[in-house]
């Protein structure tokens, strides 16, 4: 039998009990991701939450046609995923194992099934995803703010360029 993962020190399970995360990591299947593997492609089914054990993944948006931009690299213990459990199974971005990396999954239909069987430990993590999800939109609408405010002072004492917008929320704009 695999080993199930351990939850512990994962900011996003930190609030359920050690039964309830035990709970979660049995219907956890182990999977690896070579260097350079699209894990999630942005547009693309995004329908499990993974739980990395080690590695280190990048994140990538599309922001033109034939240009992304990096929004993040992450390191193992952490977790991808979390969209695609509360929204349309799209991702948002893409996101490629920049080492080798290990993790567990949860698929979004086997959450789905324990929360119709009320399982606390999905509706807990359920709560953390949204509380996780509210706080990066937080962070997101404060950089937007920041920076059309910036703009508008700029442009108030000169002609400016209008791209510089989006080059400016580009270089500011990340997790």
Not at 79 to 97: F, K, N, Q
Not at 104 to 125: N, Y
Not at 145 to 162: F, K, T, V, W
Request: hydrophobic share 35%.
């Amino acid at each position: 039998m695999p080993r199930k993962p351990s939850l512990d020190g994962i900011p996003l399970f930190e609030r359920l009990s050690p039964d309830e995360r035990d709970e979660l990591a049995e219907f956890m299947q182990p999977t690896s991701f070579g260097p350079g593997t699209f894990i999630y492609e942005e547009g693309g089914p995004e329908e499990t939450l993974y739980v990395l054990t080690s590695g280190t993944v990048e994140v990538h948006k599309r922001v033109l046609p034939g240009r992304t931009h990096q929004l993040a690299t992450m390191d193992a213990p952490t977790v991808i995923g979390e969209m695609g459990l509360l929204t349309e199974p799209r991702a948002t971005a893409s996101v490629t194992a920049k080492t080798q990396v290990e993790a567990h999954g949860i698929s979004r239909d086997q959450l789905l099934e324990m929360l119709d069987e009320d399982s606390l430990a999905a509706c807990k993590l359920v709560h953390e995803i949204g509380r996780t999800l509210a706080g990066r939109m937080a962070r997101t609408d404060e950089s937007v703010a920041s920076i059309i405010g910036q703009l508008e002072r700029r442009n108030a004492r000169s002609d400016h360029d209008p791209d510089v917008f989006g080059d400016r929320l580009l270089s500011d704009w990340g997790f």
